[in-house]
Nanobody, 122 residues
Framework: QLVESGGGLVQAGGALTLSCAYS????????LGWFRQASGKERESVAA????????EYAESVEGRFTISRDNAKLMVFLLMNNLRPEDTAVYYC?????????????????WGQGTQVTVSS
């Protein structure tokens, strides 16, 4: 189970931190990722983190602005979003990847949260 929180309305240039609480058998041993889906668009990858936090990946559009992190002791994954832009507006989802999957493909994620809305006003 994955439950996102922390979304909201923010002005361009502002910051938000999304959180995702995960529970389930051995979830702490899987890579986790954040995706987003804007209205009328396909779900796209944002960031992913290896099970032990030793490696992270980012979409080019958020590189240098967003930071993904996790705390396996607290069963949480976070997405710190800085310098937000109107084009970051979307529903953000966290997901648990399948072993050996491609972090950029939503088809390679086995579980999803319900999503949290992020709206960035210009």
């Amino acid at each position: 189970q994955l439950v996102e929180s922390g979304g909201g309305l923010v002005q361009a240039g502002g910051a938000l931190t999304l959180s995702c609480a995960y529970s389930g058998y051995n979830f702490e041993h899987y890579a986790l990722g954040w995706f987003r889906q804007a209205s009328g668009k396909e779900r796209e990858s944002v960031a992913a983190i290896r099970w032990d936090g030793s490696r992270t990946e980012y979409a080019e559009s958020v590189e240098g602005r967003f930071t993904i992190s996790r705390d396996n002791a607290k069963l949480m994954v976070f997405l710190l979003m800085n310098n937000l832009r109107p084009e970051d507006t979307a529903v953000y989802y966290c997901g648990r990847a399948i072993p050996g999957g491609n972090w950029k493909l939503y088809q390679d994620y086995a579980y999803w949260g319900q999503g949290t809305q992020v709206t960035v006003s210009s």
